[in-house]
């Protein structure tokens, strides 16, 4: 079983900056590749960005391409997301996620992982 905790939340302006955390616990980190997603009041659950297990790879959504970037600290089990010039359209509770090699399924997709964090807000005003 694997842990996952989110942090770095909270409101900003927009046009601002914010950096998200995931610290897992329980397994070996760098045995996973890990992702975020987001989730908007009323909306599904959307792909945000991902990361190989050797952080060696990233892919973005078209939405949050060139703002936002995701990387890995594998001595200290945590994965980022560093997120810049944040508009309103990020509102949402992000969660992290993280996905064995033994997983099916697209990297991109909510069913391509196996364990999720709690979630951490972000909201982001006009």
């Known amino acids: 079983q694997v842990q996952l905790v989110e942090s770095g939340g909270g409101l900003v302006q927009a046009g601002g900056s914010l950096r998200l955390s995931c610290v897992t616990s329980?397994?070996?980190?760098?045995?996973?590749?890990m992702g975020w997603f987001r989730q908007a009041p009323g909306k599904e659950r959307e792909f945000v960005a991902a990361?190989?297990?050797?952080?060696?790879?990233?892919a973005y959504a078209e939405s949050v391409k060139g703002r936002f970037t995701i990387s890995r600290y594998n001595a200290k089990n945590t994965v980022y997301l560093q997120m810049n010039v944040l508009k309103p359209e990020d509102t949402a509770v992000y969660y992290c996620?993280?996905?064995?090699?033994?997983?099916?399924?697209?990297?991109?997709?909510?069913?391509?992982?196996?364990?999720w964090g709690q979630g951490t807000q972000v909201t982001v005003s006009s």
């Open positions: 996620a993280a996905r064995t090699v033994a997983r099916s399924g697209s990297s991109y997709a909510i069913e391509g992982y196996d364990y």
């Open positions: 329980g397994r070996t980190f760098s045995n996973y590749a």
């Open positions: 990361i190989r297990r050797n952080g060696g790879s990233t």
